[in-house]
C-alpha cells in the first residue's frame, strides 16, 4: 500500500473517530436544521411511497423526514455512534456501513447524500457515485451536498473534500451512470453558520 492510500486510510479513519467522540454535540448542531426546501426538490419526482438510501444518515433529522411523509426508508452510516443517533431519532432500519461497501437486494428510488459524500476523497468520489448509483432504479434520482471551495483538507478532525459545480461536472466524466439534473448554491441552514453549499440532483440514466 502506498503513502498516499495510507494518507486517505488515515483522514478516513480520524473521521470517523471524529463523529463517534462528538456524535452528541453534532446531533444538536443539525437535528433542528430546516431542509425543507432541500427534500422537496429531491422527492418532486419520486413516486410516492418512494423506497430511499439515506446515505451519511447523521442524526436522522432526514431518514425522521422522508418517513414521516410516508416514504420508505434505509439509513446507513460509518460511524457507529451516527448509527445509534439515526435509530433514536427515526427508528429502524439503520444500518453500519461505509458508501462503498453497502449492499441491498432491493434497488431505491432515490439515494439521499446530503453532507456526507464531502468526506470522500476526490480521487476515489467517481467510483463512490459509481457504487451508490448501482443501488437505484433506472430513472431514480440521487441528491449531494458539498460545501463550496476547490480543497481538500482535514479541518477540525474531519476530512473535507470541497467542490465547486466544474469541479463536480469533471467528477461526474467518470460516472456514466448519472447525469447532472440540475445543480445550485444555499446558505447553510444552520444560523450559527455561514457556509455556502454546492447542491445538485444526479439522475441515473
Known amino acids: 500500500m502506498n503513502g498516499s492510500q495510507n494518507s486517505v486510510d488515515q ?16 446531533v444538536e448542531q443539525t437535528i433542528d ?8 426538490q429531491f422527492l418532486a419526482d419520486l413516486p410516492c411511497p418512494a423506497r ?8 436522522g433529522r432526514d431518514t425522521r423526514a422522508f418517513r414521516q411523509l410516508g416514504h420508505e426508508v434505509v439509513a446507513i452510516d460509518a460511524s457507529e455512534e451516527m448509527v445509534k443517533a439515526t435509530r433514536h431519532t427515526a427508528g429502524e432500519p439503520v444500518v453500519h456501513s461505509e458508501f462503498i461497501k453497502y449492499a441491498c437486494d432491493d434497488l431505491f428510488d432515490g439515494v439521499w447524500a446530503c453532507a456526507s459524500l464531502l468526506h470522500v476523497p476526490r480521487k476515489q468520489l467517481s467510483q463512490t457515485l459509481t ?19 476547490s480543497t481538500e483538507e482535514v479541518r477540525h478532525g474531519r476530512f473535507f473534500n470541497d467542490l ?29 453558520r455561514n457556509d ?3 447542491n445538485a440532483i444526479l439522475l441515473k440514466v
Open 33 to 40: 436544521a430546516d431542509l425543507t426546501a432541500l427534500h422537496n
Open 131 to 149: 457504487h451508490l448509483s448501482g443501488l437505484m432504479k433506472d430513472g431514480g434520482r440521487m441528491f449531494v451536498s458539498f460545501k463550496i471551495g
Open 52 to 59: 430511499i438510501l439515506d446515505a451519511g444518515s447523521g442524526s
Open 164 to 192: 465547486d459545480e466544474d469541479q463536480l461536472e469533471g467528477i461526474l466524466v467518470d460516472v456514466p451512470t448519472l447525469k447532472a439534473a440540475s445543480m445550485w448554491i444555499t446558505n447553510d441552514a444552520r444560523p450559527d
Open 11 to 26: 483522514n478516513y479513519s480520524e473521521t470517523i473517530k471524529y463523529y463517534d467522540e462528538n456524535a452528541k454535540g453534532f
Open 196 to 198: 455556502q453549499w454546492l
